[in-house]
């Protein structure tokens, strides 16, 4: 690594240099100010109100970057696809960036500018200048010494150090010198002063009073997953989510439709969330994934220490001691629950909670601004289910894989993430069902053919058909699994691809004939050769019509003509409701087949689709990158994904 | 589309929740392009007893009120609850820590009020005591952003997105100095967010006029409270104003 140049100026002349920012108006210079007796990075109007002597700000730099409340796009609720996105590109500086908040916003920058960029957050990031300033001040909660995260060497353009009387200025980019050449006036560093720096340092590292014992947090959290401390610190925990509201590396976020009182614009506003919050999980359904508060405080040590720690190499805590300092109940501390679980201790294996999946991206554009289609077809399935038949406007076909998903706008309600129904296609039509649960899908079905809607992908990782090839094929739906698994059967049956595998078994459970899909076409599937289709209902009133059979999906198995399987060449997938996996698993497993030949689809609250709003986490994966269809094998230790 | 008809009706309350409406100033004009306003006795002489959807601000403290809310709730098809007097009781309530002979002799001392409908006064009660509430706009005066937010939805046929948790995140958001950590006392953390956290961020605590989110767990407020030299008794004392009858402040 190239050593960074160092020169130095006066405490008057870094007063100038900022004096001399603040006069130039292509920028808006931001830095440290006093809010009371706490600190806040806020606009600067003078270099006299620039505190350089703060121990740490109320909320961390990420705000700039991921603001509290952001316009993802305008648009006009009379023509919906006159969309703008809105981003912004005005110069920023912002001054005073702790090493620890340097830090965290590296860890950012891999979440937001990985394969599936943000724009906004890159925008933001690419117009900023950073200009980071050594600790002078301990914060008392703070514990980044042992963190290895109060010195920094590089993700700044400059860092500002005091030595007595002057200022060091370590210059860690091209943008950082052009600025210092321009706006200040400097001296080379001395050798001496380059030691007064370090000096500077260590006198800094001996005020911390916090000091974290562990540095290995991934395999003590995942040896304690199951510890009774969980439910003791939760018990007093005020769900008020504060902690993540002010962690420089909590990067969760909610979008929302907004619309003018006069109902003719509306923007689409991303602003945070913290998975401490009850309806982090909420589905629109109804359900919660993470109802206990126990499970949610859990998760938000696990996200910090051992999900993203596997994910992306780093511990998602940088020391700052903000969430300490935030938590009414002082229960927020990592430093201080990893120095109680040190005490009892243990190493669980890192990527128990984890799997290494790469997604494929079939997203592209600006993320979160959807393409226009247009509503083609529309029929009534059941009274509750309703099938849209969608043309993409740009006439480009979806490249979808069975098993993958789609986020669909309704502009002034939302987004909702719907299974796609239809089989692969190189035409630019594809099906989805609608069952009316939430705003989104209610409004859907106000709608008529040649309505607008927007889509989002195929997004998540659907099923591969390829390794299915030469095989048996076991297909049990349950319910509105069937609506996914439609792609799936549908792409089988086909006479392109029907050859392609062995025989074909499809199981298909409802609670009652009146909710059973497809039903016609369920028929013409049991007519292609060598397709065993059985369907049952759990119950069927008197004096309903019903050919097939009565009682649960499992009560199915037994009726499998076992000897024409070999069950080590048979793939089985299951798609159904949460409560209906574990069973048909177990029978799956009675039949022979292995957990490396099961495929399951998972629901969860898919909201970015794209793995970065957190709210589709099943412990270490999200479900709508990793997933939503996975391996049995590999998530079947998640103690979160079939709870 | 035909535009929902609109009734505002008030019970006891001091009618500043709907003064929030006639505040939207030139706005008035992009509500009354959605919605027809058919009654709305603070601003119009004219009333309808037509109406799609019922706006009521106050408690019910009376068997008149009683009568009449029942009324109002039968002929609307969605009936929302405006303001904190409607939604939890909110400062009506603060009387309920008395009998209502106690109450009656406080304020009109000796005068003769039997047989009076007027002063023939019961408990005070929320409006989803008496008769099942669709949608709340909370808070004393409600947030006028927020009014916005549902009148806007019920046009649309949306559910309105209430805030379901504490006002703290609000506050984290705005990053304001914690009240605690001033020495203050501060309901927020116990209370319905949605008010974009206005009165810890112009540095007064908050009162709770929100509701609150769900009943304190008194194991961990004492702890907080103990944290910051507060008493439970204070706090209680607190939550009178608008959470009178809740657990935990009674």
Known sequence: ?643 | MSKPRVAFFDFASCEGCQLQIANLEEEVLDLISIVDVVSFREVMKEHSEEYDIAIIEGSIMRPMDEERIRKIRSKSKILVAFGACACIGGVNKIRNQWSVDEVKKEVYKNADLKDNKYFDVFKTKAVNEVVPVDYYIYGCPPNRDEIKKVITALAMGKKPDIPNYPVCVECKKNENVCLFELGKFCLGPITRAGCNSICPSNGSPCEGCRGMLKEPQTKCVEDVLKRYNLTYEEMKRRCTMYNYGKEGCK
């Open chain 1, 1 to 643: 690594m190239m050593e960074n140049k160092i020169v130095t100026f006066s405490e008057n002349e870094m007063l100038n240099f900022v004096d001399r920012l603040l006069n130039e108006k292509k920028f808006d210079v931001f830095g440290v100010k006093s809010k009371g007796e706490k600190f806040v990075f806020d606009l600067l109007e003078d270099s006299d109100e620039l505190r350089l002597d703060h121990d740490v700000t109320i909320l961390p730099p990420k705000k700039f970057f991921l603001p509290q409340y952001e316009n993802l796009m305008d648009y006009d609720l009379e023509k919906p696809f006159n969309v703008k996105d809105k981003i912004i590109d005005k110069k920023r500086i912002i001054i005073g960036i702790h090493p620890y908040d340097i830090i965290a916003i590296e860890q950012m920058d891999k979440v937001y500018l990985d394969d599936q960029k943000d724009d906004f957050y890159n925008i933001r990031r690419k117009n900023t200048i950073l200009i980071a300033s050594d600790i002078q001040n301990v914060s008392d909660r703070s514990f980044s010494s042992s963190m290895n995260t109060n010195i920094v060497d590089s993700g700044f353009d400059i860092l500002l150090t005091k030595i007595n009387d002057k200022y060091a200025v370590t210059i860690g980019s091209d943008k950082g010198k052009k600025i210092v050449e321009k706006y200040a006036k400097t001296d080379n560093a001395t050798e001496n002063e380059i030691k007064e720096i370090k000096k500077a340092r260590d006198e800094t590292s001996k005020k911390y009073k916090k000091e974290v014992k562990n540095n290995d947090w991934s395999q003590l959290l995942v040896a304690n997953y199951d510890n009774s401390i969980w439910e003791e610190r939760s018990d007093r925990c005020l769900e008020c989510s504060s902690c993540t509201m002010v962690c420089p590396t909590c990067y969760c976020y909610d979008i929302k439709d907004e619309v003018s009182l006069d109902l003719k614009d509306g923007r689409r506003v991303r602003t945070w969330d913290g998975c401490l919050i009850r309806d982090f999980t909420k589905v629109a359904g109804g359900e919660v994934f993470r109802d206990d508060i126990k499970e949610r405080y859990r998760h938000r040590f696990f996200r910090k220490g051992n999900y993203l720690y596997n994910r992306y190499g780093f511990i998602a805590c940088v020391g700052c001691g903000r969430c300490a300092t935030a938590c009414l109940p002082d229960i927020a501390d990592p430093c201080d629950l990893i120095n109680e679980l040190s005490v009892f201790g243990g190493k669980g294996k890192d990527d128990k909670f984890f799997i290494k999946k790469e997604s494929k991206i079939g997203e592209t554009g600006t993320i979160h601004v959807p393409r226009s289609a247009t509503i083609k077809r529309i029929e009534k399935l059941t009274s509750n289910e309703t099938l849209f038949e969608l043309e993409l406007d740009d006439k480009k076909p979806l490249n979808h894989e069975p098993g993958q998903f789609v986020e669909v706008s309704v502009f002034g309600f939302g987004e909702a993430p719907f299974g796609i129904s239809s089989p692969p296609s190189d035409k630019p039509i594809f099906e989805i069902v609608v069952r009316k649960v939430g705003d989104v899908t209610s409004q859907l079905f106000k709608m008529k053919k040649g309505d607008k809607i927007g889509i989002r992908g195929p997004l998540g990782n659907g099923f591969d058909m390829k390794k299915f090839e030469k095989k048996n094929l076991l297909m049990a739906s349950g319910g509105t699994g069937m609506i996914p698994m439609r792609s799936v059967i549908k792409h089988v049956l086909s006479d392109e691809n029907r050859p392609k595998f062995k025989n074909i078994t499809i199981l298909y459970g409802c609670k009652q004939p009146c909710e059973v899909l497809f039903a016609d076409e369920i028929d013409e599937w049991k007519k292609v050769p060598n397709v065993n289709c059985i369907m049952t209902v759990d119950q069927c009133a008197d004096g309903e019509c019903w050919a097939g059979e009565v009682g649960l999906i499992t009560a199915l198995f037994p009726k499998i003509k076992l000897d024409r399987y070999d069950s080590k060449d048979t793939e089985s997938i299951i798609i159904g409701p949460p409560v209906m996996y574990k069973y048909v698993i177990k029978c799956l497993q009675t039949l022979g087949i292995s957990d490396e030949n099961i495929w399951v689809s998972l629901e969860r609250r898919m909201k970015c689709g794209v793995g970065k709003c957190g709210h589709c986490q099943i412990n270490g994966i999200y479900c709508c990158k990793e997933g939503p269809v996975f391996n049995y094998n590999k998530i079947k230790d998640l103690p979160e994904a079939f709870e």
